[in-house]
């Protein structure tokens, strides 16, 4: 068993008993399943699909379900295809996914992700209410947040901020970029959620603060901060999406082991910045905030009576939208090619 392969399970069902709509008894399920490692359970039908050249193997659990097995698998490869989109591909050859269905619920219940077990790269076990509908599906983001954890490598106990903070992080903006989610949306929920990232007065950075708050979306601040301030050094030309697709393809995935320095090495030299290890040392090893309501204006991001309003007259109106802007495959650059290019 990977180091910290526990320690993922409990994180991924603290976000979703604080965060997601339907966790009632998600703890207590988890419970009564365990016999055994998650992916040695009994597997009563199964679906493979390509994301790319990636292969996506999709089992499910003994069970009924309200919904047809195709609505659920088209789900978990609308998933596969917004992680693509952002990495440039699916970041690993092979993936395995478990759909348990729990009988008399309603909802996407909890994902967990491991990497290298049971002769896959990476393994994601969703629990999915018996009942659940479209709706829960279309706008579900659990699926996609566990696919996201795949296209990065496990650090230690101290740095789970960051593994949480990318997956918080990119799983809206790759949702964006094959048309799932809106910008209004992202906008509006980043506008409202990243202020819980903020340190509070007597936090010692994020490597030291291990808060749902701070591992979530002080992860997730410190990921946009990155983002615009990559953008913002190579005048819009780099993101954080080129940091992270170099990390990819340098082998950093779910199923290797990396200290963290690496990969910032490994995202800057891709942007040409020092950004990522210097806003590590800023925010994850010091505790330093960040002045969101000046930033919000800045983007052009404002909330009025509850909707969203979108300034591209703002002086950081560019780097706004190419944060959520479809990009091109990771090997091949197509003249012409849309958001559905794979
Ligand atoms: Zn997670």
């Known amino acids: 068993m990977r180091p910290g392969l526990w320690r993922h399970l409990l994180q991924c069902l603290v976000i979703q008993?604080?965060?997601?709509?339907?966790?009632?008894?998600?703890?207590?399920?988890?419970?009564?399943?365990?016999?055994?490692?998650?992916?040695?359970?009994?597997?009563?039908?199964?679906?493979?699909?390509?994301?790319g050249a990636s292969t996506l193997q999709i089992d499910f659990g003994p069970g009924e379900f309200d919904l047809k097995q195709d609505e659920i698998v088209h789900w978990v490869e609308t998933a596969g295809q917004a992680v693509a989109a952002y990495f440039g591909k699916f970041p690993v050859p092979r993936a395995r996914v478990l759909i348990l269905p729990i009988a008399g619920k309603q909802g996407v219940l909890t994902g967990t992700t491991w990497g290298g077990v049971g002769g896959y790269p990476a393994f994601t076990r969703m629990r999915l209410g018996q009942h659940s509908t479209t709706d829960d599906l279309k706008d579900d983001w659990t699926m996609t947040h566990e696919f996201v954890h795949i296209g990065f490598p496990s650090l230690s106990e101290n740095h789970h901020w960051l593994e949480e903070g990318l997956a918080t992080y990119i799983e809206p903006v790759a949702r964006v970029q094959i048309g799932t989610l809106t910008t209004k949306q992202i906008w509006g929920d980043m506008h409202r959620d990243m202020r819980k990232g903020e340190p509070g007065s007597t936090d010692k950075g994020l490597d030291q603060t291990h808060t749902w708050a701070s591992t979530y979306w002080g992860g997730a601040l410190f990921c946009m901060m990155a983002d615009i301030k990559i953008r913002q050094e190579t005048k819009n030309g780099k993101g954080l999406q080129d940091a992270m697709r170099a990390v990819v393809a340098a082998g950093g995935t779910i199923d290797e082991d990396w200290p963290i320095e690496k990969a910032f090495a490994i995202g800057d030299k891709a942007t040409g910045t020092t950004v990522l290890s210097a806003l590590y040392h800023s925010m994850g090893e010091n505790s330093q905030t960040v002045d969101l309501d000046p930033l919000w204006k800045e983007l052009g991001v404002e909330v009025v009576n509850g909707v969203v309003v979108l300034d591209d007259k703002a002086p950081l109106a560019n780097?706004?939208?190419?944060?959520?802007?479809?990009?091109?495959?990771?090997?091949?650059?197509?003249?012409?090619?849309?958001?559905?290019?794979f």
């Open 319 to 341: 780097i706004r939208e190419g944060i959520t802007s479809p990009r091109q495959p990771s090997d091949k650059l197509i003249p012409g090619a849309g958001r559905k290019a």
């Open 17 to 51: 008993l604080l965060v997601l709509p339907v966790p009632v008894g998600a703890a207590s399920m988890q419970a009564r399943e365990s016999h055994g490692p998650p992916w040695d359970g009994a597997v009563a039908s199964s679906k493979v699909v390509k994301i």
